[in-house]
């Protein structure tokens, strides 16, 4: 079993910066295949960004730029640190890791955190 706790949500002005943290717990081996998503109300759950054990990293064109990516294997954390935050970032946002077993795939999430930009 794996459970993400994320936090560090909040509420800030346009152009502000937040960072979130994600605490992995249970059968975890490294924070390879996490990530983040958010979603925004009335809209689909869409990815952000991600990371692998190696510390490569991607990200949605949305937040390229703004956001950045990093882990801990140690502590079994990732972050999320969103500079230039924009109103249109406003958005739950949850932390995802993925484990494949026998092919198939399972997907872990957190409970969200609220993030408030406004203009």
């Known amino acids: 079993q794996v459970q993400l706790v994320e936090s560090g949500g909040g509420l800030v002005q346009a152009g502000g910066s937040l960072r979130l943290s994600c605490a992995a717990s249970?059968?975890?081996?490294?924070?390879?295949?996490m990530g983040w998503y958010r979603q925004a109300p009335g809209k689909q759950r869409e990815w952000v960004a991600g990371?692998?054990?190696?510390?490569?990293?991607s990200y949605a064109d949305s937040v390229k730029g703004r956001f950045t990516i990093s882990g801990d294997n140690a502590k079994n954390t990732v972050y999320l640190q969103m500079n230039s935050l924009k109103p249109e970032d406003t958005a739950v946002y949850y932390c995802?890791?993925?484990?494949?077993?026998?092919?198939?795939?399972?997907?872990?999430w957190g409970q969200g955190t609220q993030v408030t930009v406004s203009s």
């Open positions: 990371i692998t054990r190696g510390g490569s990293t």
């Open positions: 249970g059968t975890i081996f490294s924070i390879n295949n």
């Open positions: 995802n890791k993925v484990r494949f077993n026998s092919g198939i795939r399972y997907d872990y």
